[in-house]
């Protein structure tokens, strides 16, 4: 299971850091990332992680400001957001990805920002 926390209301320009715990899955065998869904928007890519950390890769709209990063030793992976536009506004979920493919998800934290 995956558990997302640390969303919240935040005015433009700020910053938030999500968390993403996990449990019962070989957490350090996954590649992890994190993906946003706006109202009436589909859920698109924001960001992930190798599992051993050592390659990250982010989405042009959050590039210079996202930064993911993961704990193995505490099976979790981070979303440092800085400098937050309101178009930033969305449900955020971390997934874990298995074989190629996303297969695992979280439930999803809002983050809104205001103008």
């Known amino acids: 299971q995956l558990q997302a926390s640390g969303g919240g209301l935040v005015q433009a320009g700020g910053s938030l850091r999500l968390s993403c715990a996990a449990s019962g899955l070989p957490f350090t065998t996954y590649n992890l990332g994190w993906f946003r869904q706006a109202p009436g928007k589909e859920r698109v890519f924001v960001a992930s992680?190798?599992?051993?950390?050592?390659?990250?890769y982010s989405a042009d709209s959050v590039k210079g400001r996202f930064t993911i990063s993961r704990d193995n030793a505490k099976n979790t992976v981070y979303l440092q957001m800085n400098s937050l536009k309101p178009e930033d506004t969305a449900v955020y979920y971390c997934?874990?990805?298995?074989?190629?493919?996303?297969?695992?998800w979280g439930q999803g934290t809002q983050v809104t920002v205001s103008s």
């Open positions: 992680i190798t599992y051993s950390g050592g390659s990250t």
């Open positions: 997934a874990a990805q298995f074989g190629g493919v996303w297969s695992f």
